[in-house]
C-alpha cells in the first residue's frame, strides 16, 4: 500500500512539474512575441498629434490659406496674427500696439507684404486712411483690435473698411473687440469677423469685452 501510494505520489508531482514546464515554455514564447510586435510602430504613429498650420481645429483643404486672428485681452495682452504658419504680429514679436493691429498678405501668394498698428485713442487717423487706401485687389487684410480701435474711427474709415468686406466697421466704438479678414471690393460680407460691443453688463475684463478668436481657411486668389 504505502510503495503504490508513493508511486501515485511521484506520478502526481511529475505530472505537475511536466504541466509547469510547459506552461512556462508557452508563456515565455508569447512573452517574446508581445514584446517586440510589428504594430507597435504603426501604433506610435498613429497617436502622434498632428498639428495643423496656425494651430486650426482642422487642416485647410488645398488651394486654401490657414490663418488666426486674436484681438487684445483689456490693454494687457497684445492681439496676434498668424497666417499660413508664420506669426505675422504677437506680444512676443514685440511688434503690435493699442489700436488697430493690420498685416497685408499677397492673397495668390500668401506673402506677407507689410504690417502695422495704428493709435486709434490718440494718434492720427491719417495714416490709416492713406494706409488703406494702398490696399490693392489682390491682397488680404487681416485686423485685430487691441484696447481702443473705435475713438478715432471716422466716417472715412467706416466706409474703407466696408469695402474691405466688413458689417461692422460702421458700429465700432470705444474698447469694442474686433477681429476682421477681408479684401478690397468684395461682392459681399466677409465671412470672417467677429466683433464685441464693449458694455459694463456684459464685461469680462471690467472696462473691456472678452478677447476674440477668428480661425479659418480662405481661399487662395487664382489669378
Known sequence: MRTSA????L??????????I??????????????MPRWLGSVSKESRVVRNKCDLSKACPNNFFAFKILSGAA????????????MIMSPVKDNVGRGLNIALVNGS???VLRQ????????????????LKEITEDMLVLVASYDDPGTKMNDELRVLFSKLGSSYAK???????????????IRSNSPFEQYLQNNPN????????????????VPRKIV
Open 6 to 9: 508513493l508511486l501515485r505520489l
Open 11 to 20: 506520478a502526481l508531482v511529475f505530472a505537475l512539474i511536466t504541466s509547469w
Open 22 to 35: 510547459i506552461v512556462h515554455s508557452y508563456i515565455s514564447f508569447n512573452w517574446k512575441i508581445i514584446r
Open 75 to 86: 490693454n494687457v495682452v497684445g492681439p496676434s496674427v498668424c497666417f499660413e504658419d508664420h
Open 109 to 111: 501668394t500668401g506673402t
Open 116 to 131: 502695422s498698428y495704428f493709435d486709434m485713442y490718440s494718434g492720427d487717423p491719417t495714416f490709416l486712411v492713406k494706409f
Open 171 to 185: 458700429q465700432l466704438g470705444f474698447r469694442d473687440s474686433w477681429v476682421f479678414l477681408g479684401a478690397k471690393d
Open 202 to 217: 456684459t464685461n469680462k475684463y471690467e472696462g473691456w469685452p472678452e478677447l476674440l478668436e477668428l480661425e479659418g481657411c
